[in-house]
């Protein structure tokens, strides 16, 4: 059956860069929103990257530790309030700087850590250090990925994070993304939360905006920044190829309301979801054979690489590769 989250971001202004006690003002308000974020029952909330330290003369200097002012007001009020929070941090360790997001638990504890793996020139200039991994955490409610800002033009850390089964992946930035976030869904198989200063995005697994919130839509309003979608994680995207019969197959055997199904013919893709109570949408994957959009584009890449290196191997007189009776041609 579905696996919902309610996954909230929170878009909102920096203040003046000279503003006395900025930091804590900042961070103050930070907490109100996870305030808001929790009053909307949501399990996790997310904020736009370095936005503790963001837009100000030596933001990229703001540098702290793990137990430093921004990761411990943030785990107080994750505790508090029962949710995860998404911290993008510059973070201080053993002397190098990162970019980072930071995972803290309902309990207030680090989840996990994820480093920019593609600071920008501007980035490496001021001495930020990038990262090299792209890990995926378990959650109650799912397995989450996150990337920051520039990361989303490199293949390689999308690649990173389908391979390591992300369903949903936290992208702080200082830019909206645009298509590129649903070029990411569909190519990996994975839910997308968006989050920079002026826009939330939510956008699902087939690469289709489930939702958009711009800041100014809300300001003359004096509503929360604070948006709020529910996502099911439990949603796969499939390629209509070798799957159809099995599909049939499943049908006949659970009953015709099983699973959502949904094919989006354009894109010759495929949602699916399971409906069987108890089993979910992995498990009946499992069970009759069904293949995933991303593993599907996996294995043709494996058949693709031992039919070139099939290919490249000596033909002999016989037409074989491989030796025959020693004679070659």
């Given at each position: 059956m579905?696996?919902?989250?309610?996954?909230?971001?929170?878009?909102?202004?920096?203040?003046?860069?000279?503003?006395?006690?900025?930091?804590?003002?900042t961070l103050d308000r930070m907490c109100g929103y996870v305030v808001d974020a929790a009053q909307e029952q949501s399990d996790l909330v997310a904020f736009p990257e370095i936005c503790n330290c963001l837009d100000?003369?030596?933001?990229?200097?703001?540098?702290?530790?793990?137990?430093?002012?921004?990761?411990?007001?943030?785990?107080?009020?994750?505790?508090?309030h029962e949710l995860y929070v998404v911290a993008p941090?510059?973070?201080?360790?053993?002397?190098?700087?990162?970019?980072?997001?930071?995972?803290?638990?309902?309990?207030?504890?680090?989840?996990?850590?994820?480093?920019?793996?593609?600071?920008?020139?501007?980035?490496?200039?001021?001495?930020?250090?990038?990262?090299?991994?792209?890990?995926?955490?378990?959650?109650?409610?799912?397995?989450?990925?996150?990337?920051?800002?520039?990361?989303?033009?490199?293949?390689?850390?999308?690649?990173?994070?389908?391979?390591?089964r992300a369903e949903l992946v936290i992208w702080p930035s200082m830019w909206a993304g645009g298509r590129m976030l649903s070029k990411w869904a569909m190519e990996f198989g994975f839910n997308m939360a968006a989050v920079w200063k002026e826009q939330s995005t939510f956008v699902d697994?087939?690469?289709?905006?489930?939702?958009?919130?711009?800041?100014?839509?809300?300001?003359?309003?004096?509503?929360?920044?604070?948006?709020?979608?529910?996502i099911d994680l439990d949603r796969r995207l499939l390629h209509p190829d070798y799957n159809l019969e099995?599909?049939?197959?499943?049908?006949?055997?659970?009953?015709?309301?099983?699973?959502?199904?949904?094919?989006?013919?354009q894109d010759c893709h495929l949602i699916f979801g399971s409906q069987v109570p108890g089993a979910s949408s992995d498990q009946l994957i499992e069970e009759f054979g069904l293949e995933t959009m991303r593993d599907y584009l996996a294995r043709v890449r494996r058949d693709r690489k031992a039919a070139l290196a099939a290919a490249a191997e000596p033909v002999y007189a016989n037409g074989q590769a491989g030796a025959q009776d020693g004679e070659r041609i």
């Open positions: 579905g696996r919902f989250a309610n996954i909230s971001l929170v878009n909102f202004p920096t203040l003046p860069a000279d503003e006395p006690g900025r930091l804590q003002k100000t003369a030596d933001q990229w200097n703001a540098a702290e530790a793990l137990d430093g002012p921004t990761i411990a007001a943030l785990s107080q009020a994750a505790r508090r941090l510059l973070l201080d360790d053993a002397g190098r700087r990162y970019n980072c997001a930071v995972l803290i638990g309902r309990h207030g504890e680090i989840v996990g850590i994820y480093r920019k793996n593609f600071p920008t020139h501007g980035e490496l200039a001021n001495g930020i250090t990038p990262g090299v991994e792209t890990p995926v955490f378990e959650t109650d409610f799912g397995r989450v990925g996150l990337c920051i800002c520039f990361d989303l033009n490199y293949w390689e850390v999308g690649a990173g994070l389908c391979q390591n697994v087939a690469g289709r905006e489930i939702l958009a919130v711009k800041r100014e839509a809300r300001d003359r309003t004096g509503r929360s920044p604070v948006v709020t979608a529910r099995n599909l049939k197959a499943l049908f006949e055997h659970y009953g015709p309301t099983a699973a959502f199904t949904e094919w989006l013919k």
